[in-house]
């Protein structure tokens, strides 16, 4: 960890000059909400939350504060699930709520350009009004913002067909942490010049720069969608099922999964009894296409194959009432979970497809071994896995003595199964001493060289992702 300076009164009052008195927030109740994000437990309170409204007054706060040595935290929404925009360290909050216009829908080159505070749900249905889609879609579409995405590398249930944030990005405004601004990219689909600096600072978690201005591909939006929903006796067979449904060359739009205990879990939320509650997997698949007739084929076929593996039915919804009644139990696990126990942790793993059951197996023991009940559901295309380890009623001393040894016997658990830490949700600072197991030492020591090359202070969000920062 570097060494600070203090936010003087007279540094505050050099913050009110750039982004107005209105903006620069000091009073403990006012910053209370900026000093969480979603991770359970967590918290730190800022020195002050400023809250920006363009590049020039970014540049001017980044300036100050690396002259002077104050930690900048950058925050969009605050919907993160890994510590990234909580300030450890205390100094500003730097909040991008005020940069919140969509710039252009481009329907010629088939582009949008976006400030960071847009919530990613409100760039989707633009993009929609003018017949374009935008894929990625992560679970908080509805309230977090495009920046957070680009923070993250955002992906969600599309991600198998569709791909991930960094697919579809294709220009950023940023500003560096020592104040400078840069333009990477703009409205190109082929673009060569020098590093893949979009690459480097997408999934980056704010550590390298403030994203000021984002420019996204778009595509025609499929005319056609229908969703299934499969259950099936046990998670081997739904897996298998999956796979044999891609070798068939059928590439559903999602593919989610859902374990029974994360369903019950949901039934309590929304106090009602789900679709084949007693069914210990259930395959949520939703098709797209040009073509009613193709879709109509897709699903027949996939009907053969999942009947090869003991599926109990398959459910099929073409109407929005009916495909927002099979969504409602997968949209409400992560919320209904976290009511049944709100200390809880967390995670998302991801392991190579074929892997899920063993996966699952090894967790069965773990759950057994530690006493804790753990529910996992996820993006099955993908071998993303949201795992989520519970205290439920279990004493605090229980949970704060053991539950990290279980987190590291997970983490254990996914490598030696050929996975990663994180699929979506980043390292932040609740993964941050896992990245080195993950991680070999010659890739870690070079991402260390480029943070400490871009931002030698340790001043642009630090405590996130490296051990002893």
Same mark, same amino acid.
């Given at each position: ?11 505050? !009052? ?27 437990? $967590? ?37 993160? @699930? ?14 991008? %709520? ?72 294709? *220009? $950023? ?34 550590? @390298? ?60 939320? $929304?106090?009602? %009894? ?8 259930? $395959? ?86 530690? *006493? ?5 559901? *996820? ?26 040894? @279980? ?8 490598? !030696?199964? *050929? ?17 080195? !197991? ?32």
């Amino acid at each position: 960890m570097k060494n600070y300076n203090q936010l003087t009164p007279g540094l505050i !009052s050099r913050l009110k000059e750039i982004a107005g008195d209105r903006f620069v927030i000091t009073s403990a109740d006012d910053m209370e909400p900026y000093s969480h994000d979603e991770t359970a437990t $967590l918290k730190a309170m800022p020195w002050a939350v400023v809250k920006p409204e363009n590049t020039d007054q970014i540049s001017r706060i980044m300036q100050l504060a690396q002259n002077e040595k104050i930690p900048v935290t950058p925050r969009g929404a605050g919907t993160g @699930l890994s510590g990234g925009a909580v300030p450890l360290y205390g100094g500003i909050l730097l909040s991008t %709520e005020r940069l919140n216009k969509i710039l252009e829908i481009d329907t010629e080159n088939l582009m949008a350009v976006t400030q960071p505070g847009v919530i990613t749900a409100e760039l989707q249905r633009a993009a929609e009004a003018k017949g374009l889609f935008y894929p990625p879609d992560p679970a908080s579409l509805e309230s977090c913002f495009i920046g957070g995405n680009i923070a993250e590398n955002s992906g969600g249930p599309r991600a198998f067909k569709y791909g991930v944030t960094r697919h579809y990005l294709t *220009g $950023l405004e940023v500003v560096w942490p020592d104040g400078r601004v840069s333009r990477i990219g703009g409205k190109l689909i082929k673009n060569v010049a020098g590093y893949d600096l979009l690459g480097l600072v997408c999934g980056s978690e704010g550590t @390298l720069a403030v994203v000021t201005e984002i420019t996204v591909r778009l595509i025609p939006r499929p005319p056609v969608e229908v969703d299934l929903l499969i259950p099936f006796p046990s998670i081997e067979k739904g897996v298998t099922a999956v796979t044999e449904i891609i070798k068939e060359r059928i590439m559903p739009a999602t593919m989610e999964f859902m374990e029974l205990k994360s369903v019950r879990a949901a039934e309590a939320f $929304l106090k009602k %009894e789900a679709p084949y509650r007693d069914a210990p997997a259930q $395959l949520l698949i939703q098709l797209d296409g040009q073509d009613k007739a193709e879709l109509e084929k897709q699903y027949e076929k996939i009907g053969e194959i999942v009947s090869n593996f003991d599926a109990q039915d398959v459910l099929v919804a073409e109407d929005k009432t009916s495909k927002d009644r099979l969504w409602e139990v997968r949209r409400a696990i992560s919320e209904a979970i976290s009511v049944k126990s709100p200390v809880l942790k967390k995670d998302d793993v991801v392991v190579p497809r074929a892997k899920i059951p063993e996966l699952f197996h090894r967790l069965a023991d773990l759950e057994a071994k530690y *006493g804790f009940e753990i529910v996992s559901f *996820g993006h099955i295309g993908d071998g993303n896995v949201h795992v989520n380890i519970l205290k439920n009623d279990k004493a605090i001393e229980e949970w704060n003595a053991r539950a990290p040894e @279980l987190m590291k016997e997970i983490m254990s658990t996914v490598l !030696s199964l *050929g996975g990663s830490i994180t699929g979506e949700h980043g390292v932040g600072c609740v993964k941050k001493d896992f990245l080195p !197991s993950a991680i070999d030492p010659a890739a870690l020591e070079l991402m260390r060289h480029i943070k400490e090359t871009l931002d030698p202070n340790y001043v642009l969000n630090p405590g996130k992702i490296f051990q002893n920062c």
